[in-house]
C-alpha cells in the first residue's frame, strides 16, 4: 500500500520560520516535521510515499532524496500552480492506481495507521477520514457521523453556535483510486470542501474513523512551540536523537555543558552544542545542532534552530529563533516573540512580546524593539567595519566566507602579485588564514607566510618585500570568540575605504578572478623576518646609548605573538629583563586579567626596583606603561609622557595627535614651536595615516604609538625602544617626568543614537555652536572657556560620543552629561 504525503504547502501562519523554508522542514525537535511523519509510516508497514510538492520543493526533495536513506521509497509530484489538497493528490494520480492513504507532512501525531486501514477495509468503503476529538473545534472542520461511523454530514470552520460535535478531520485518509472521479482538473479542489460532500451527496460510502493516539495540526506559531513542549513530556510517541542524560534532558552527540552550568529540563540538546559556564536551560528548551550560549544566560521554554549563536548574559523566554541568529551579550527576549533565519541581535537589546522579525534584518544594540520587523532592515550594507572585518570565528566568519572575500580582495591585485599572511597563535586564526590563503591562490596570487607574528612586524614584512599587500588573522582583543581580518596595502597600512568598497562590490557581485591551474599562486615561508625586522628597527635608535644606561625592565607579552619578536630585540639592548606571559598561547591570553596582570607587573617592579614596566598587547601595537614607582600610567598619561620625551630630545618634531589630546600637551607643542597635526579616530583613509618624512611621532588615545622612520603604523615593540631611548637621551626617569605633568581631568559620556538620527544630532549641534570656536575634523570640537568638548557621533554601533576636558573631574562630569541630556532631547 502506498502512502501519500501533502508537502506543497506555504505555512503562511507560521511566518517568518517559514519565510525562506518550506513548512514539512521546519525542525521539530531537531527534525523536519515530515520527517517525523515519514517515521511513522514507515513503523506502520508503508514502503511506498508519493510527496505532493509545491512552495520551495527543492529543499524537500534535496534533503529526503529517493527515500533509501530512510528505509523507503520516495517520488515527487511537482504543483506548477496551486491546485488545492484533492487537486495536488490529483496530480499524483499515474502513481496511485490501488487503494492508498494521505497524510499532511506538518502535522504531529503518532495515531495507528494501521487501524484506520483496517477499518476502511471492513467497511467497504470508498473513503474513510480519520476522526479526533478535540476540546476547541472552531478551527477545524467538524464531521458529524452515525453510529456505524458512515458519515452525515461536513461542516467547515463552525461558530460555537453551529458545533453540534468535537470530532473534526486530522487530514489523515484512506481512498481508493475512484476518488479521482470527484476531482475535476484544472482548478484547485479541497477535499473537505469539494470531494467529501460530493462522495457524500452521491450516496457513495464514507465513513469517519474515531481514533486514539496524539494530533496536533501545527498551523500556528503556539502551536508550534506546544507541540515540542508535548514531545519533551514524553506525551506523542516520536524518536528524539541523542542519549538521556537524566530523565528528561536528551543530549546530542558532540555536545559540552560547562560543569557550572544548570541543565532544569526536560530539554534537548542537539548535536555540537555549546552551554557555557553559569548558563540556565530551563524547563521546555529545545536546542538545535551547533547552538551555542554564553556564560550567564537564561533559555525558558524556547526552540532555537540550528547554528545559531547566543551571547553572554541573554535571557529568552517563549521564543523560537531561526536558524544561524545572531544575539550579542545582554539582550533580553520576551515570550512570543519569533524571529526568522540569519537574524543579527546588536548587545543590550530589548524585544518585546510578540514581536516577529523577518530573516536576515539586523537590529542596532541597544534599541528596544516594540513592533514586528517585516520588510524593513537596518542590515549592515558593508562588510568592513573600523578595524578590518569582525565577527564570531567559524560562525559569521566561517571558511567558506573568507575564501570568498579573499577571492575578492586578491582579485583587486595583478595576476601574480605577492602579499604577507600572518596569524596569532590561536586555532580559529590559524585554520581561517589557510582559508585565506586557499582565496589568494585560487585569484593566482602567491602568500609568502609569516606563520605567527605580530600586527607591525606583518607590516614591515609587506614593506621590505616590496609585496603588493598583506593580512592578519587575529582573535579580537575584547571578545576571544571573535576574528579579526585586517588588510594591509602595499605600504603595509590598513587598506583605504575607497579599497574595502571595492573588495565589497566584487564579493556581493561574485565577480572574482579564477585563473587556469598553471597560474594558481604559491605558498612560500619567510626566513629570518624577525632578524630582519629587528635589524631595521635598532637601526633607527642609538643602541649605545641605551645599552649603556643599563635599563632594568619589567615586561608582559600578554601570552601574545610579542613574544617572537621581543628576545630578539632585547638581546641588543642590554638591559636587564624580568619577563611575565612570556610565550605565545591563546587559551591563557583570553582568560587573562588585566587588572590582575597590571599590578602584578607593578609589584615586580617596585620590587626589583626596575626604571620601568610595560605590557604589550597580543597583537603587539599598543602599550601599556608602568613608571618606576609602579604607577600605571593611564593612556591620557602615556600620551603626554612620550610626547613630552619627542619634544625634549626630538629636532623641532612634527607630531600627529587624537583630538581628545589634552590641552596642556598642546601648549607643551606650541612653546615647543611644533604645530601638531590631528589624527582621526575612525578613519582608514591613507591620507589620515602618518608618513614616515613628514611625521616623527603619531598617538592615538588607547595606548598606541607610531614612529613612521620606521613603519609609518601602531607598534608597541618600536614604541618601547623609543621609549628606552628617550630615556637615556633624556638622563632622567620616568617617575620625574611623570610628576611634571599637569592633572588632565577628560570624561567621557556615549548616547545611544539611531544611525539616521546621527546627521541630524551633528547638524543641530553645529547650528547651536554656529558662534562659538569649533573644530570640524572629526566631529566636532567646540573649544570652552575651560577646556573642550568633542562630540563624535560612531560609524558602526547606534552610539554618540562626547569626550570632555576641564580643570576638574566634577566639572567635566557635569558638562558631559548636560551634553548628554541635550543629545537625547535632540532625539525625542
Known amino acids: 500500500m502506498k502512502a501519500v504525503i501533502m508537502a506543497g504547502g506555504e505555512g503562511t501562519r507560521l511566518r517568518p520560520l517559514t519565510s525562506n523554508t518550506p513548512k514539512p522542514m521546519l525542525p521539530m525537535a531537531n527534525k523536519p516535521m515530515m520527517e517525523h511523519v515519514i517515521s511513522l509510516l514507515r513503523r506502520h508497514g508503508f514502503e511506498e510515499i508519493v510527496v505532493t510538492v509545491a512552495f520551495m520543493a527543492n529543499a524537500i526533495r534535496t534533503y529526503f532524496g529517493d527515500g533509501s536513506e530512510f528505509g523507503l521509497s520516495m517520488v515527487y509530484a511537482t504543483e506548477e500552480s496551486p491546485l488545492g489538497t484533492a487537486g495536488s493528490v490529483l496530480n499524483a494520480a499515474e502513481q496511485l492506481t490501488e487503494r492508498f492513504l494521505v497524510i499532511s507532512g506538518d502535522v504531529l501525531t503518532d495515531i495507528d495507521l494501521a487501524q484506520i486501514v483496517k477499518f476502511h477495509d471492513d467497511k467497504g468503503a470508498l473513503c474513510t477520514i480519520a476522526l479526533k476529538s478535540v476540546d476547541n473545534p472552531l478551527e477545524f472542520g467538524i464531521v458529524i457521523t452515525r453510529e456505524d461511523g458512515s458519515i452525515e454530514r461536513f461542516l467547515e470552520k463552525p461558530t460555537w453556535g453551529q458545533v453540534f460535535s468535537d470530532t473534526i478531520n486530522t487530514g489523515i485518509y484512506v481512498l481508493e483510486p475512484e476518488i479521482f472521479d470527484f476531482i475535476e482538473q484544472g482548478r484547485p479542489v479541497?477535499?473537505?470542501?469539494?470531494?467529501?460532500?460530493?462522495?457524500?451527496?452521491?450516496?457513495?460510502?464514507?465513513?469517519?474513523?474515531?481514533?486514539?493516539?496524539?494530533?496536533?495540526?501545527?498551523?500556528?506559531?503556539?502551536?508550534?512551540?506546544?507541540?515540542?513542549?508535548?514531545?519533551?513530556?514524553?506525551?506523542?510517541?516520536?524518536?528524539?536523537?541523542?542519549f538521556p542524560l537524566r530523565p528528561g534532558i536528551w543530549l546530542g552527540k558532540g555536545a559540552e555543558v560547562d560543569p557550572d552550568a544548570h541543565l532544569e529540563g526536560p530539554a534537548i540538546l542537539g548535536d555540537n552544542c555549546r552551554i557555557g559556564a553559569g548558563a540556565r536551560i530551563g524547563r521546555y528548551c529545545t536546542l538545535g545542532t551547533n547552538v551555542r550560549t554564553g556564560n550567564d544566560t537564561s533559555i525558558e521554554r524556547s526552540v532555537v534552530h540550528d547554528n545559531s549563536y547566543i551571547g553572554n548574559n541573554c535571557k529568552i523566554e517563549g521564543a523560537v529563533l531561526g536558524k544561524a541568529c545572531d544575539i550579542r551579550q545582554?539582550?533580553?527576549?520576551?515570550?512570543?516573540?519569533v524571529m526568522g533565519e540569519g537574524c543579527a541581535i546588536g548587545r543590550g537589546t530589548i524585544i518585546r512580546s510578540g514581536v516577529k522579525i523577518y530573516p536576515y534584518k539586523t537590529v542596532e544594540q541597544g534599541a528596544i524593539v516594540n513592533s514586528s520587523i517585516v520588510w524593513e532592515t537596518r542590515g549592515s550594507r558593508t562588510i568592513f567595519g573600523r578595524n578590518g572585518v569582525t565577527g564570531l570565528a567559524n560562525v559569521d566568519i566561517s571558511p567558506e566566507f573568507v575564501v570568498r572575500l579573499f577571492m575578492a580582495w586578491a582579485s583587486t591585485l595583478d595576476k601574480g602579485s605577492r602579499i604577507t599572511a600572518s596569524r596569532d597563535t590561536s586555532r580559529a586564526a590559524r585554520v581561517l588564514k589557510r582559508a585565506a590563503m586557499v582565496g589568494c591562490n585560487a585569484a593566482g596570487?602567491?602568500?609568502?607566510?609569516?606563520?605567527?607574528?605580530?600586527?607591525?612586524a606583518t607590516r614591515f614584512m609587506v614593506r621590505s618585500a616590496s609585496?603588493?599587500?598583506?593580512?592578519?588573522?587575529?582573535?579580537?582583543?575584547?571578545?576571544?570568540?571573535?576574528?579579526?581580518?585586517?588588510?594591509?596595502?602595499?605600504?603595509?597600512?590598513?587598506?583605504?575605504?575607497?579599497?574595502?568598497?571595492?573588495?565589497?562590490?566584487?564579493?556581493?557581485?561574485?565577480?572574482?578572478?579564477?585563473?587556469?591551474?598553471?597560474?594558481?599562486?604559491?605558498?612560500?615561508?619567510?626566513?629570518?623576518?624577525?632578524?630582519?625586522?629587528?635589524?631595521?628597527?635598532?637601526?633607527?635608535?642609538?643602541?649605545q646609548a641605551i645599552a649603556s644606561a643599563g635599563f632594568k625592565?619589567?615586561?608582559?607579552?600578554?601570552?601574545?605573538?610579542?613574544?617572537?619578536?621581543?628576545?630578539?630585540?632585547?638581546?641588543?639592548?642590554?638591559?636587564?629583563?624580568?619577563?611575565?606571559?612570556?610565550?605565545?598561547?591563546t587559551a591563557p591570553a583570553g582568560s587573562t586579567d588585566r587588572w590582575a596582570a597590571l599590578k602584578r607587573v607593578s609589584d615586580l617592579v617596585t620590587a626589583s626596583g626596575a626604571h620601568l614596566g610595560a605590557i604589550i598587547d597580543p597583537g603587539g601595537e599598543q602599550l601599556v606603561?608602568?613608571?618606576?614607582?609602579?604607577?600605571?600610567?593611564?593612556?591620557?598619561?602615556?600620551?603626554?609622557?612620550?610626547?613630552?620625551?619627542?619634544?625634549?630630545?626630538?629636532?623641532?618634531?612634527?607630531?600627529?595627535?587624537?583630538?581628545?589630546?589634552?590641552?596642556?600637551?598642546?601648549?607643551?607643542?606650541?612653546?615647543?614651536?611644533?604645530?601638531?597635526?590631528?589624527?582621526?579616530?575612525?578613519?582608514?583613509?591613507?591620507?589620515?595615516a602618518p608618513e614616515a618624512g613628514k611625521i616623527t611621532f603619531a598617538a592615538n588615545h588607547s595606548n598606541a604609538y607610531a614612529f613612521p622612520g620606521f613603519i609609518p603604523a601602531y607598534d608597541a615593540v618600536c614604541s618601547l625602544v623609543n621609549l628606552l631611548a628617550m630615556l637615556a637621551a633624556s638622563r632622567t626617569s620616568l617617575s620625574r617626568i611623570v610628576s611634571g605633568i599637569p592633572d588632565v581631568h577628560i570624561v567621557h559620556e556615549e548616547v545611544i543614537t539611531p544611525s539616521d538620527h546621527k546627521g541630524t544630532i551633528m547638524r543641530l549641534l553645529i547650528e547651536q555652536t554656529a558662534e562659538r570656536d569649533v573644530t570640524l575634523i572629526e566631529g566636532i570640537k567646540i573649544i570652552e572657556d575651560t577646556g573642550w568638548t568633542w562630540v563624535l557621533p560612531d560609524p558602526e554601533e547606534p552610539l554618540t560620543h562626547v569626550w570632555v576636558e576641564a580643570p576638574t573631574h566634577t566639572e567635566a562630569r557635569t558638562r558631559a552629561q548636560q551634553y548628554a541630556v541635550r543629545i537625547r532631547q535632540m532625539l525625542r
Open 553 to 585: 625592565l619589567v615586561l608582559d607579552y600578554s601570552f601574545g605573538t610579542a613574544s617572537f619578536v621581543m628576545p630578539n630585540v632585547l638581546a641588543k639592548l642590554g638591559a636587564d629583563v624580568l619577563v611575565s606571559n612570556p610565550y605565545g598561547a
Open 625 to 688: 606603561i608602568i613608571d618606576d614607582s609602579g604607577a600605571v600610567l593611564s593612556e591620557t598619561q602615556s600620551l603626554m609622557v612620550m610626547l613630552d620625551l619627542v619634544l625634549k630630545t626630538g629636532d623641532r618634531p612634527q607630531v600627529m595627535l587624537p583630538l581628545s589630546t589634552p590641552a596642556s600637551a598642546l601648549a607643551s607643542c606650541k612653546q615647543a614651536g611644533v604645530d601638531p597635526k590631528w589624527m582621526k579616530l575612525y578613519s582608514n583613509s591613507s591620507s589620515d
Open 467 to 543: 609585496n603588493q599587500g598583506g593580512f592578519t588573522v587575529r582573535l579580537a582583543d575584547d571578545d576571544r570568540h571573535s576574528i579579526v581580518l585586517r588588510f594591509f596595502d602595499e605600504n603595509g597600512r590598513d587598506v583605504d575605504e575607497s579599497m574595502q568598497r571595492k573588495v565589497e562590490r566584487l564579493y556581493h557581485r561574485e565577480d572574482f578572478r579564477r585563473v587556469p591551474a598553471p597560474e594558481i599562486g604559491d605558498i612560500s615561508f619567510v626566513s629570518r623576518a624577525i632578524e630582519q625586522y629587528t635589524a631595521e628597527l635598532l637601526d633607527t635608535v642609538d643602541i
Open 190 to 242: 479541497d477535499f473537505a470542501g469539494d470531494v467529501f460532500p460530493a462522495v457524500l451527496e452521491a450516496g457513495r460510502p464514507i465513513y469517519g474513523d474515531i481514533v486514539d493516539g496524539y494530533w496536533e495540526d501545527v498551523g500556528t506559531l503556539d502551536a508550534y512551540l506546544k507541540s515540542h513542549e508535548d514531545i519533551l513530556d514524553q506525551k506523542v510517541n516520536v524518536h528524539l536523537d541523542g
Open 445 to 456: 596570487v602567491t602568500v609568502d607566510d609569516l606563520e605567527v607574528a605580530t600586527v607591525p
Open 330 to 337: 545582554a539582550t533580553r527576549i520576551e515570550n512570543g516573540v
